[in-house]
């Protein structure tokens, strides 16, 4: 397959590549040293059609194809990791299975409001206990006259600290398989005995907000249920094949980024009376970086491809992601090494990608995971038909 954009995709990267260098490549570094989430950025992400990306225009998105919402991450990602991941998880994570598991009444109540970034969105899956093994999961949803009361714990959620509006899983069931026990819900922050605790200070994707939820006695309307009781676990891993899509966007504008300031530096800096881009040794490392980011793209758009025809896509997106992921960690390591010293200090932009790329190797399901996902369809049962 030879992946020929169209001009509206081409159109999508220019317009989000001109305000990212515009509006976040310039706080980039501020944000990451303060740990700051750029709230700021959210109307004008809004306005750009950012925070709706695939809600249909009649509920006031943008009505964009899955390969557009893979460029704008991309290019996104490419000036700032932390504002890529605000706009992923908001889309692929909190809009994603509302527009798709959600009632028409539930559509019309958080679509419009989400798209346009009046309110923001978020997904409570993981708990201290519960990570890889999602069904592991503690948190309880028992039913309580006309609905539900959640009690229990989340941790890590990606935009805990301004989202308005969550996606949470939580056992409505004890009996049977433990994924089989798990709902989702749409839950509002307002509620009483929903709260938000402190976020944690990281590794590097700095300025994004993960801090933990806390749910005691909190009143969920029957309304609030997300597709079937027991559904939840197909829910969310439904949800996170598309969230993985966003992340290996996320991973590779991170290495674009990297690669593209390492270009730069082997023409300007000199040693041994030449530019180091003469060298033969700097040379390799920009081909393989080169090389590696257009492999990783091609999975990538592969995938978004995918999920845009409804096809399966639970397999291309693990093999896009854990290779966009480790990609993403060597072409910083690599751009690192071209930078020599200057590259391990904060006034290259080539550190805070390292410290960016490791995440994409572990969140929205570790590399292993993505493995797991990737081996389970190769040793399936062909006659039940293996997922591409
Ligand atoms: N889409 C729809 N259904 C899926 C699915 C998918 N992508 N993947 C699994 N399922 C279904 C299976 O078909 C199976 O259904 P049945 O019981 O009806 O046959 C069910 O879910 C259980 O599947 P499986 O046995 O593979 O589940 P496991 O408990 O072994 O878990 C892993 C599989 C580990 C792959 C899964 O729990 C996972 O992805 N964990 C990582 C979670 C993650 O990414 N966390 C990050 C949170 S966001 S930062």
Request: glycine share 12%.
């Amino acid at each position: 397959m030879h992946f020929e954009p169209s001009d509206e995709q081409n159109l999508t990267r220019q317009s989000v590549r001109d305000f990212a260098e515009s509006e976040v490549a310039p706080i980039a570094a501020e944000i990451d040293r303060e740990h700051r989430t750029p709230v700021e950025v959210i109307p004008k992400l809004g306005e750009l059609g950012l925070l709706g990306m695939f809600v249909p225009p009649e509920y006031g998105g943008a009505g964009m194809d899955s390969v557009s919402y893979v460029i704008a991450v991309e290019e996104l990602a490419r000036a700032c990791a932390t504002t890529s991941v605000m706009v992923e998880a908001h889309n692929s994570l909190a809009i994603w299975p509302i527009l798709h598991y959600g009632t028409e009444a539930q559509k019309r109540a958080y679509l419009p409001l989400l798209a346009s970034g009046e309110k923001m969105g978020a997904f409570g899956l993981t708990e201290p206990g519960a990570g890889t093994d999602v069904a592991a999961m503690t948190t309880s949803a028992v039913p309580d006259g006309d609905g539900y009361l959640l009690n229990g714990q989340k941790v890590f959620i990606t935009g805990g600290g301004y989202a308005d509006v969550f996606v949470v899983f939580a056992r409505t069931s004890t009996e049977g398989p433990a994924h089989k026990g798990i709902s989702a819900f749409i839950v509002d922050r307002a509620l009483p005995g929903f709260e938000v605790g402190e976020g944690e200070r990281k590794l590097g994707i700095r300025a994004s907000s993960t801090p933990p939820l806390m749910f005691s006695d909190v009143r969920l309307s029957r309304d609030a249920l997300l597709g079937a009781e027991g559904q939840g676990f197909e829910i969310a891993m439904r949800t996170l094949d598309g969230g993985r899509i966003g992340i290996a966007a996320q991973a590779l504008g991170i290495a674009q980024g990297a690669f593209e300031a390492s270009v730069v530096y082997a023409r300007e800096r000199v040693q041994f009376g030449r530019p180091i881009g003469a060298l033969q040794a700097i040379q390799w490392m920009l081909a393989d970086m080169a090389t590696e980011i257009e492999a990783g793209r091609m999975l990538t758009y592969q995938a978004a491809w995918l999920e845009e025809q409804g096809r399966p896509c639970s397999v291309a997106a693990a093999k896009a992601k854990l290779y966009c992921g480790q990609l993403a960690s060597r072409v910083a390591g690599m751009a690192i090494q071209i930078h020599g010293g200057n590259g391990y200090t904060e006034a290259y932009p080539v550190e805070r990608a390292y410290r960016d790329a490791k995440i994409t190797e572990i969140y929205e399901g570790t590399n292993e995971v993505q493995r797991l996902v990737i081996a389970k369809s190769l040793l399936a049962d062909r006659s039940r038909g293996a997922a591409s």
